[in-house]
């Protein structure tokens, strides 16, 4: 205030006396000026998290090849400046956070549940849940919480066979195509897409495809497609300029298309709901949300925040098929590349299920809390792949302060889950795959809470309950109906992986060997005995 009175009647001398000279007088004005904004600035980075230098408008030195920060990019950046860091990427903030308490405490906060603008904001404009923020995704995650649990999302209580039925009926079908190419070498990853997609897709619009369906086969396509176009394009959104230049410039035109398409198809299934809703007949997510449409419509309510219904549905489809479908075919994937380099942990589930289960029927929930191997060796597959190994990014919707630092509105936060759940101090040679370190002393599963493959907090994976039912009854089914080998004279497939918005195995094959003599009796025998369970 007071430099501000000075300035002020400095100017006015300026004006009113003839012994000063204006040009020099400014040029010393706008060097006080710079200096004292020069010393703001520095005081304000002196409080954010450490990070490395960037240059002004462009950010980190390091990013200047205009290529996303990887995983061990942010690793190296953590273990360098500390579990909670920063970097600037062109004029954006990003906060990494690699410590799970902090990530707990903050992702846990109201004001860490905010969506980061991207190069692509302008395609999502806050609709649909997984970039939807403030009132809108409020409303849309309380409403989604409800149905899905109605559709039998859930750990407990009656309901939950509804959708072990829907998942169970696509366990069967898998295995019944897999029995076809027995002991041919056989790429899983068409085989997985199916499976998880009619799961999902029966829960959104109750539709089923077949592996020759053109619409499926498109469908992979798009999505296959829009994860690598979006890893390439992903700096677009820091570097709006980029969207100018070749390469980048067609990248995202194609984005805009496949989305486009798909909206296109999610609208012709929200259009045959509409002309056969039954009110007292809910077959799905989309009559779910076509009924609360009508009523709000009668109660005079606005819904979706005035936004538009249809567009909301097409959105909302897209987000939980998207994410549901790539992130649990992948983890599956990754499931058998661990399973063909651990054969002594594939033998002891395979016993564990032999001596729980027997060999006249297939896996079901309710057998799952007598097996704490196979639910340990699934957590071992999640927690070492960490598929997703930078985890959803949040942004700040105010000016706050974490871990004895200053974040300002609008930073981005990622929390680096792969960090945590590779960290030494926290797990026993994190390297190696011992699902036994998920086991205590009673033989009982524990769960860390350092352990957090669907992420933690306000904003925490929504499907988390689905994805765990898939993954046990899937991964249960397929080993504990086939031996699985490497065809003759191939290589185990690395564990490296390939980073993009999710980390995938290098493709592989492998060649299935049964291990029941009556394949078909197993299967009639699990559906008759899950029929009576429901009655």
């Known amino acids: 205030m007071v430099f501000s009175e000075f300035i002020y009647n400095w100017l006015l001398r300026i004006d009113t006396s003839g012994h000063i000279e204006i040009w020099p007088s400014l040029l010393v004005f706008f060097v006080v000026v710079s200096m004292v904004y020069l010393v703001q600035f520095i005081n304000k980075e002196r409080r954010l998290p450490p990070g490395p230098w960037g240059y002004p408008l462009l950010g980190s030195s390091s990013l200047l090849n205009f290529l996303p920060p990887t995983k061990e990019f942010y690793k190296a950046m953590a273990k360098k400046f500390g579990s909670t860091c920063s970097i600037r990427i062109g004029r954006k903030l990003v906060v990494v956070l690699s410590d799970y308490l902090t990530i707990r405490q903050a992702f846990k906060r109201e004001e860490f549940t905010g969506r980061p603008s991207s190069g692509f904001s302008y395609l999502i404009q806050n609709y649909g849940i997984i970039n939807s923020e403030g009132q809108m995704w409020k409303s849309q995650r309380r409403f989604l919480h409800d149905q899905l649990r109605t559709f039998g999302m859930k750990l407990f209580g009656s309901g939950k066979e509804k959708m072990e039925t829907r998942i169970m009926g696509e366990v069967e079908s898998l295995l019944r195509n897999l029995a076809k190419t027995e002991s041919e070498p056989t790429d899983l990853n068409a085989p997985f897409s199916l499976a998880i997609t009619n799961v999902i897709c029966s829960l959104l619009m109750s539709v089923r495809f077949k592996q020759d369906d053109p619409r499926f086969i498109r469908f992979t396509e798009l999505i296959e497609e829009g994860f690598k176009l979006f890893s390439n394009v992903m700096m677009v959104g820091d570097f709006p300029f980029l969207r100018h230049l070749p390469g980048f410039n067609s990248a995202c035109k194609k984005i805009e298309q496949n989305k486009e398409e798909m909206g296109g198809f999610f609208q012709e299934m929200v259009n045959q709901h509409r002309d056969t809703f039954d009110p007292e007949h809910m077959r799905d997510l989309i009559d779910t949300y076509l009924l609360e449409i009508k009523k709000a419509e009668s109660e005079g309510r606005i819904l979706f925040c005035g936004k538009d219904c249809d567009r909301q549905m ?54 799952q809390a007598f097996l ?44 680096q889950l792969s960090a945590v759940h590779m960290d030494p101090n926290l797990w026993e040679a994190p390297e190696q795959f011992n699902p036994t370190r998920f086991l205590n002393a009673e033989g009982k599963v524990v769960k860390p809470e350092f352990f957090m493959p669907f992420g933690v907090g306000r904003r925490m994976c929504l499907g988390d309950v689905l994805a765990r039912m898939e993954l046990f009854l899937f991964a249960s089914s397929l080993v504990h109906t086939f031996d699985i080998k490497l065809p003759e004279g191939a290589s185990l497939p690395n564990l490296d992986g390939n980073e993009g918005v999710t980390i995938t195995p290098d493709s592989f094959k492998v060649c299935l060997q049964r291990r029941t003599g009556d394949f078909d009796f197993l299967i009639a025998a699990s559906s008759k005995l899950r029929s009576a369970g429901s009655q």
């Open 372 to 415: 704490p191997y196979t639910e340990c060796v699934i957590n071992e597959v999640l927690r070492i792949s960490s598929i997703v190994p930078l985890g959803t990014t949040h942004a700040t919707t105010k000016d706050l302060e974490l871990d004895g630092h200053f974040i300002p509105k609008d930073s981005h936060i990622i929390p």
């Open 314 to 367: 097409q959105q909302i489809i897209g987000d939980i098929y998207s994410a549901g479908m790539e992130t649990i075919k992948t983890t599956l994937l990754w499931y058998v590349v661990y399973m063909l380099h651990n054969p002594g942990v594939l033998k002891r589930m395979q016993d564990e299920l032999d001596a729980v289960v027997g060999r006249e029927r297939l896996p079901q929930l309710s057998d």
